[in-house]
């Protein structure tokens, strides 16, 4: 019985070549990126812009790089070389004012990645991470720029990933008050 089984499989294998020795996979490929100011312009002249990254901004916006990704979704920054990736799709139907947020948002993880910071640390949950509660102010201190009010701020913080838990817990954090939590 055992011995049949070993047949068979030797059979098997000399009936289908290994695809693996068939194929050829090109591995060491580019990851395709455009200079960030070429397609964002005039972030050097943001006041909060220039608070992130101080003396250095039109320096690090210029040696910035940026992919444009197929996938939907919304926009992060790499941790291995922290260039940012922006969604195709997202960055052609989002909304403006929210594309406008979250770009802030990704400045500040381009500076803590240049600082060296770890930005998925997941000792933290999402609300909770430093990285992300920073990001998250710069973004809620521009929105307030904006003169977006406080419900309006609390629903651009609200993403899929997080519950409402998390949701209150985020807003709560970043002394959000939407008046039905006063
Ligand atoms: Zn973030």
């Avoid at 250095?56 to 979704?73: A, H, N, P, W, Y």
């Avoid at 809620?140 to 990933?161: C, H, P």
Wanted: net charge negative.
């Amino acid at each position: 019985m055992k011995g049949a089984t070993t047949q068979r499989t030797t059979a098997k294998a000399m009936a289908i070549p290994n695809p693996l020795e068939r194929v050829k996979i090109r591995r060491d490929v580019k990851v395709q990126t455009h200079r960030f100011v070429d397609f964002f312009k005039g972030f050097d002249e943001v006041d909060t812009v220039r608070r992130i990254f101080g003396n250095q901004t039109k320096k690090i916006l210029d040696e910035l790089r940026v992919e444009f990704m197929s996938r939907r979704g919304y926009m992060g920054v790499s941790d291995q070389d922290g260039h940012i990736i922006v969604s195709a799709d997202y960055l052609k139907n989002g909304n403006l004012r929210d594309i406008y947020l979250d770009l802030i948002h990704e400045l500040v993880h381009v500076r803590q990645f240049k600082e060296g910071h770890q930005l998925f640390d997941q000792r933290y949950g999402y609300t909770e991470r430093p990285t992300e509660i920073e990001a998250h102010r710069y973004a809620v201190e521009e929105a307030r720029n904006l003169g977006m009010s406080d419900e309006e701020i609390f629903q651009y913080l609200k993403t899929e990933w997080i519950n409402d838990e998390d949701h209150l817990r985020l807003a709560e954090t970043l002394n959000v008050k939407p008046s039905n939590q006063e």
